[in-house]
């Protein structure tokens, strides 16, 4: 289970009412991710505990989720001292999975996907060749 103090209930508050007067609407978690400086998975999981509370609202639309203040006396009964963290185990997993997509962005960019593609597609034009060449097989058996 994911600890979440009241400071950073309160901060991940204060983050939602400071981008909502920004921009004039309820921020989404990669926004909030983005002021506040953490991951967004870590950002996300928070408000859903957040939402669990009573405290916020999850605005769901078919594109994006907006999170919008609704009690923020509900984060009052959180605990000051937080427990065992999970931040560091999501911190490792936003950093493996941007590598991957660096290397997937190399892959593409590199020409490197091209070049095993026309590879494939040159040895499936020889196996096609070859096959024409040989001649069929009679079913008969009358060779």
Do not use: W
């Not at 004039?24 to 926004?31: K, V």
């Amino acid at each position: 289970m994911i600890n979440l103090t009241r400071d950073e209930a309160q901060l991940l508050l204060a983050g939602i009412r400071v981008l909502g007067h920004l921009t004039g609407r309820a921020p989404s978690p990669e926004e909030l991710a983005d002021l506040l400086q953490q991951s967004a998975s870590s950002v996300r999981l928070h408000l859903v505990l957040l939402e669990d509370l009573g405290a916020i609202d999850l605005v769901k639309s078919a594109y994006e989720t907006h999170a919008e203040v609704r009690d923020h006396l509900a984060v009052e009964g959180l605990p000051e001292e937080g427990g065992p963290e999970i931040s560091e185990d999501l911190r490792e997993f936003d950093r493996r999975k941007s590598e991957e997509a660096e290397k997937m962005s190399r892959l593409f960019d590199s020409g490197e996907h091209r070049d095993k593609q026309q590879k494939k597609m040159d040895q499936m034009g020889e196996d096609l060749k070859e096959f024409r060449k040989k001649k069929p097989l009679n079913p008969f058996g009358d060779d």
